[in-house]
């Protein structure tokens, strides 16, 4: 059953570039409302436990590290088709392929610096958000 929140983080280097507050307006244009958010910042141990899934890949400790450096502004969003639309406007992993417009085209840095993190399922959506969250921390 497909719901109507995702999770999502503007990771290190957008909120280090001031860009934050941009990509906060551009969620709200495209119809999402913040059901939850907050800046805060992931240790080592909580960035290796969120991306636990990619253990076993060759970026990992990179990924950790890179997501532990600096502060992070993590959010629940809320709209109809909420995943599939979410992963449409921040654009391709690889900002030099998403499409104009996007999130990703206009803040990324590159493939492992782009910006933010869209939840890729309902499912993780849920997972993802939880882990960041709790109940009475999102609204609605």
Do not use: Q, W
Request: charged content about 30%.
């Amino acid at each position: 059953m497909a719901t109507n929140r995702t999770f999502t983080m503007i990771k290190p280097e957008a909120v280090a570039n001031g860009d934050m507050g941009k990509i906060i307006d551009m969620i709200i244009e495209a119809g999402f409302k913040i059901k939850a958010m907050k800046l805060t910042r992931l240790t080592p141990e909580r960035a290796g436990e969120f991306y636990e899934v990619h253990k076993e890949r060759p970026f990992y400790g990179e990924l950790v590290e890179y997501m532990s450096s600096g502060p992070i502004v993590a959010a629940v969003l809320e709209k109809e088709n909420a995943v599939a639309d979410f992963r449409k406007l921040i654009g391709a992993t690889d900002p030099s392929e998403a499409e104009e417009g996007t999130i990703r085209k206009r803040f990324a840095k590159s493939k492992a610096e782009n910006a933010v993190h869209g939840s890729d399922s309902d499912e993780n959506a849920e997972i993802e958000s939880n882990f960041h969250f709790s109940a009475d921390e999102i609204v609605g």
